[in-house]
C-alpha cells in the first residue's frame, strides 16, 4: 500500500531552520507531482510549495526565498528546507503526492517559538 512518511519537525526559534523529509512507498515515486501542506489551527490547508516530476516547483507567496522543496527520486523521498521560520510558519505539515490520485502522510508538527 501507499505510504507517505513525514520526519524533521520538531520544535524551533524564530530565525531559525528544520528540514523536513518525505519517504515514499507503494508508488512509482518519480511520476509523481510532490507537494508539502500546512495546517494551523483553525485555519484551512494550504499548500507550502510543490515540485513536479520535471522537477519544476511552486511556492506559496509567504514561503518564497525562505523554503525550498527538492526531492530525490533514487530515494523516493522529497524534502522541504525551510529557514527564517517565523511564529507564523507553526503548523502542521504535511506531505502530498499526486499523479493519477492524491495520497497524504500523517503529518509533522513545526512550532516556531521563542
Known amino acids: 500500500q501507499v505510504q507517505l512518511v513525514e520526519s524533521g519537525g520538531g520544535l524551533v526559534q524564530p530565525g531559525g531552520s528544520l528540514r523536513l523529509s518525505c519517504a515514499a512507498s507503494?508508488?512509482?515515486?518519480?511520476?509523481?507531482?510532490m507537494g508539502w501542506y500546512r495546517q494551523a489551527p483553525g485555519e484551512q490547508r494550504e499548500l507550502v510549495a510543490a515540485?513536479?516530476?520535471?522537477?519544476?516547483?511552486n511556492y506559496a507567496d509567504s514561503v518564497k526565498g525562505r523554503f525550498t522543496i527538492s526531492r530525490d527520486n533514487a530515494k523516493n523521498t522529497v524534502y522541504l528546507q525551510m529557514n527564517g521560520l517565523k511564529p507564523e510558519d507553526t503548523a502542521v505539515y504535511y506531505c502530498?503526492?499526486?499523479?493519477?490520485?492524491?495520497?497524504w502522510g500523517q503529518g509533522t508538527q513545526v512550532t516556531v517559538s521563542s
Open positions: 507503494g508508488i512509482i515515486f518519480r511520476l509523481y507531482t
Open positions: 502530498n503526492a499526486r499523479y493519477h490520485s492524491h495520497f
Open positions: 515540485i513536479d516530476s520535471g522537477g519544476s516547483t
